[in-house]
């Protein structure tokens, strides 16, 4: 079974400040992981994905994420966020051995709240 | 990819009474995957349905109170059976390939 942990439940920063979001993730097995943006009363949204290949991953809207695997996480980081960036994320991970088949649920984080102050 | 159609988009129920929430998938999938996610909460796997055989249901969630339909491939439903306001929350169907896709959501509100 995996597990997610997004310690920080909320985040603010300035408009055109960087900013991480962090995440820790448990498995036994190999992993994909995902991160999901959800805009106040909308549904989720990918923002990007780690499959393989390399541990730099780049998404939608200037985020990026990097896999570590020796410490477990996948941080999300933006240089410079906007207004527009105000929502919730959430981290997500799948058992990739049987993900391939549609097989194997995603197990979200709890979320951060990533609150962008004019 | 996938595209998914759920509906209602939103509903507003009495207590006692059951709703039930349909999912359809545009190509065939073998699992579809139930998720409630609670006011400012996260999301939380109810259960995961295969057509052909009953739905497995994460701790917590019985099948007396979700139960679950998978007449095929493409297809599912959820009901909430004998609501309280405690059941008020987003609904979503979703299906992975690689990543999770989601329907739109059922907003439901119990009074």
């Known amino acids: 079974a995996q597990s997610v942990t997004q310690l920080d439940s909320q985040v603010p920063v300035f408009e055109e400040a960087p900013v991480e979001l962090r995440c820790n993730y448990s498995?036994?097995?190999?992993?994909?992981l995902f991160w999901y943006v959800q805009y106040p009363n909308q549904g989720l949204q990918l923002l990007l994905k780690?499959?393989?290949?390399?541990?730099l991953v780049k998404g939608i809207n200037g985020f990026e994420a990097e896999f570590n695997k020796s410490q477990t996480s996948f941080h999300l980081r933006k240089p410079s966020v906007h207004i527009r960036d105000t929502a919730e994320y959430f981290c997500?991970?799948?058992?990739?051995?049987?993900?391939?088949?549609?097989?194997?649920?995603?197990?979200f984080g709890t979320g951060t709240k990533l609150q962008v102050i004019p | 990819s996938a595209v998914i159609s759920q509906k209602p988009s939103r509903d507003i129920c009495q207590r006692g009474t059951s709703l039930t929430i349909q999912c359809q998938v545009d190509?065939?999938?073998?699992?579809m995957f139930w998720y409630r996610q609670q006011p400012g909460q996260s999301l939380t796997l109810i259960a995961t349905?295969?057509?052909?055989?009953?739905?497995?249901?994460e701790s917590g969630f019985v099948i007396d109170k979700f139960p679950i339909s998978r007449p095929n491939l493409t297809f599912s439903t959820l009901t909430v059976s004998n609501m309280s306001p405690e059941d008020s929350s987003i609904y979503l169907c979703?299906?992975?390939?690689?990543?999770?896709?989601f329907g739109q959501g059922t907003r439901l509100t119990v009074v």
């Open positions: 979703s299906v992975v390939r690689t990543e999770a896709f």
């Open positions: 498995s036994s097995v190999s992993v994909y």
């Open positions: 780690y499959l393989s290949g390399s541990t």
């Open positions: 997500a991970v799948s058992d990739r051995s049987r993900n391939s088949g549609g097989y194997q649920k995603v197990t």
């Open positions: 190509s065939q999938v073998t699992m």
């Open positions: 349905a295969n057509q052909g055989s009953e739905a497995t249901y």
